[in-house]
């Protein structure tokens, strides 16, 4: 079984399916990014990071490339099931998933959608015999950290930065993200984790 088909719709969140993303789906990704991303803008100054750093949004060839890959998968509305809410996209790493990107428009927070998408990903990595999922995220803003934290991840210290994690971190250095407002998280994932009901 590859990951694209281990989850067809789940019902984590009352009222929304987490699927697989279909080619249709992706030209709506990048209004979803934008729209969440202004929940950060409060906190933009006090890090010390301008707006227009939220526009250095994932691409839609990256995108298109995580379809094909079966990396990318939405949240839908169950009835249409084409109305979307939010995404998960991931790349690879030795050990497991890294998450590139995740999620929901504002109108749609609170709901359970995101830690829907997130046992998504980590079930799917099981599937594949992965040892970890692996995210960064915003250190000061106040929800981040303790949200991932409810879904198993734990802050990665530098000094236990694998190469790849090194290789992530100098690159959202490049793009503006210092070292001092980004913090890596990972969730190890034993293999006798059960599937999600």
């Known amino acids: 079984m590859d990951n694209g088909d281990i989850v067809n719709a789940v ?87 890294f998450v590139v990107e995740l999620d929901v428009l504002p109108d749609s927070g609170r709901q359970g959608i995101g830690t829907a998408l997130m046992k998504q990903v980590v079930e799917a990595a099981r599937q594949q015999g992965f040892t970890t999922v692996t995210l960064t995220t915003f250190r000061h803003v106040p929800w981040t950290i303790p949200f991932y934290q409810r879904l198993g991840f734990e802050i990665v210290v530098p000094e236990d930065y694998t190469p790849d994690i090194c290789a992530i971190v100098n690159h959202e250095e490049h793009h503006g993200f210092s070292r001092q407002v980004r913090v890596v998280m990972q969730c190890q994932i034993p293999s006798s984790l059960p599937p999600p009901q």
């Open 11 to 97: 019902d984590y969140a009352v009222g929304y399916l987490i699927r697989p993303a279909q080619p249709s789906d992706v030209e709506h990704l990048p209004a979803i990014e934008r729209a969440a991303a202004q929940r950060y803008v409060p906190y933009l100054g006090p890090l010390g990071l301008t707006p227009g750093i939220l526009d250095d949004i994932v691409s839609v060839d990256f995108l298109n490339q995580a379809l094909h890959q079966r990396h990318l998968w939405v949240a839908a509305m169950a009835k249409p099931q084409t109305t979307l809410v939010g995404f998960v996209v991931v790349d690879r790493l030795p050990t497991g998933y």
